[in-house]
């Protein structure tokens, strides 16, 4: 006996009837065990969002479910990513299709970039996390140092920023 492969997470039951010329039939029971895993697939295109801007990530189920999957999502830092919506639901007409959820970085006081993650989880898959850094739009440019020079002298300013943006500067 011989098992395919297939696209949901249901065991199946199938009858088998034996018949030869002469000999009763004969009814076989034969059970595959189902051994696919549910997973969710998380896409965007994005490893960085500005401060006060949002972006969109997709979210579907590798396989048929049995039954209405709930995810629910949330992010490693609420004050400086938010999440809309903060679930979703799949059922067996639309577990292949891309469901969207806004990734919005929340402004700030800070002068600092956050590197945050979206987190993902159901009972019915692994939990999937999905990394973003926040660009900070508050870094300040700093100057010390010298703020005169002698006639064909040379002195030192030194330039930095007041926190780490996120990104090269």
Request: no cysteine; glycine share 6%; hydrophobic share 40%.
């Amino acid at each position: 006996l011989a098992a395919v492969l297939d696209a949901n997470l249901v065991s199946e039951t199938v009858s088998l009837t034996l018949t030869a010329t002469g000999m009763a039939p004969l009814v076989i029971i034969v059970s595959t065990v189902d051994i696919d895993t549910q997973n969710l697939v998380v896409t965007g295109g994005f490893a960085t969002i500005d401060e006060n801007t949002s972006n969109t990530i997709q979210v579907h189920l590798t396989n048929l479910p049995p039954s209405n999957v709930t995810v629910n999502i949330t992010t490693s830092n609420g004050a400086s990513l938010s999440v809309s919506p903060s679930t979703l639901t799949f059922t067996a007409g639309n577990y292949n299709i891309d469901q969207p959820v806004t990734v919005s970085a929340l402004n700030d006081a800070n002068e600092t970039a956050e590197y945050l993650t979206v987190i993902l989880t159901s009972p019915s898959a692994p939990m999937q996390i999905y990394n973003v850094t926040t660009i900070d739009d508050d870094t300040r440019i700093l100057l010390s140092g010298a703020t005169s020079v002698n006639e064909a002298g040379s002195s030192v300013v030194t330039v930095s920023l007041s926190g780490d943006p996120g990104i090269v500067r």
